[in-house]
């Protein structure tokens, strides 16, 4: 059926593939999200025009938090290729702040930031996969308050994130888990 079903290549991440390519941004491949049955397809994944999208952040730029964000949020894929580190941006401060706003701008650039951003409400295991799915897309992840006083989950995770891969696990046939990695 070559001749009249187009082939497209399928990922499970994000990011800088195998053969050079982006992700999102390449038309070529579909998304196939670890335990999902739905392909993401890439070839109606952005909405709006980046004219508009410029438009809309303008605003945005005349505050350093969301400048500093967004400037990250462009950074990320750029780690891999000039070599460098995860790097992590904390920011904290009083609620109504507009820390969730900035970090939403920063991660529409990507994708719909309520798809993309999660917050800390759950496991360690859940947090490194969605991170290797993501891989070489900024990590937006809100509100902290959501680990309560466990600071201890948080130092594994934030050690974990700057190591670039998670934890090695077996599986339930006395194997080995793939272990996801990252650099964002």
């Given at each position: 059926?070559?001749?009249?079903?187009?082939?497209?290549?399928?990922?499970?991440?994000?990011?800088?593939?195998?053969?050079?390519?982006?992700?999102?941004?390449n038309s070529d491949y579909l998304m196939?999200?670890?335990?999902?049955?739905?392909?993401?397809?890439?070839?109606?994944?952005?909405?709006?025009?980046?004219?508009?999208?410029?438009?809309?952040?303008?605003?945005?730029?005349?505050?350093?938090?969301?400048?500093?964000?967004?400037?990250?949020?462009?950074?990320?894929?750029?780690?891999?290729?000039?070599?460098?580190?995860?790097?992590?941006?904390?920011?904290?401060?009083?609620?109504?702040?507009?820390?969730?706003?900035?970090l939403k701008a920063a991660a529409s650039?990507?994708?719909?930031?309520?798809?993309?951003?999660?917050?800390?409400?759950?496991?360690?295991?859940?947090?490194?996969?969605?991170?290797?799915?993501?891989?070489?897309?900024?990590?937006?992840?809100?509100?902290?308050?959501?680990?309560?006083?466990?600071?201890?989950?948080?130092?594994?995770?934030?050690?974990?994130?700057?190591?670039g891969h998670g934890k090695e696990r077996?599986?339930?046939?006395?194997?080995?888990?793939?272990?996801?990695?990252?650099?964002?």
């Amino acid at each position: 059926n070559h001749d009249c079903i187009p082939v497209r290549k399928s990922s499970n991440h994000y990011g800088w593939q195998d053969d050079g390519r982006f992700l999102p941004g390449n038309s070529d491949y579909l998304m196939i999200p670890n335990g999902k049955k739905k392909a993401v397809d890439f070839s109606t994944w952005c909405k709006g025009s980046i004219d508009d999208w410029k438009e809309i952040i303008q605003p945005v730029l005349l505050e350093s938090l969301a400048r500093l964000l967004l400037v990250a949020s462009f950074a990320a894929p750029l780690l891999t290729i000039i070599g460098i580190r995860t790097f992590i941006v904390h920011i904290y401060g009083p609620s109504q702040g507009g820390k969730t706003a900035a970090l939403k701008a920063a991660a529409s650039i990507w994708q719909n930031p309520d798809e993309m951003m999660f917050n800390f409400n759950a496991t360690k295991v859940a947090i490194e996969r969605k991170i290797s799915k993501l891989k070489n897309l900024p990590v937006v992840i809100d509100e902290r308050q959501a680990a309560g006083n466990n600071q201890a989950f948080l130092d594994g995770l934030v050690y974990s994130l700057g190591e670039g891969h998670g934890k090695e696990r077996g599986n339930r046939e006395n194997g080995l888990q793939d272990v996801g990695s990252w650099c964002t």
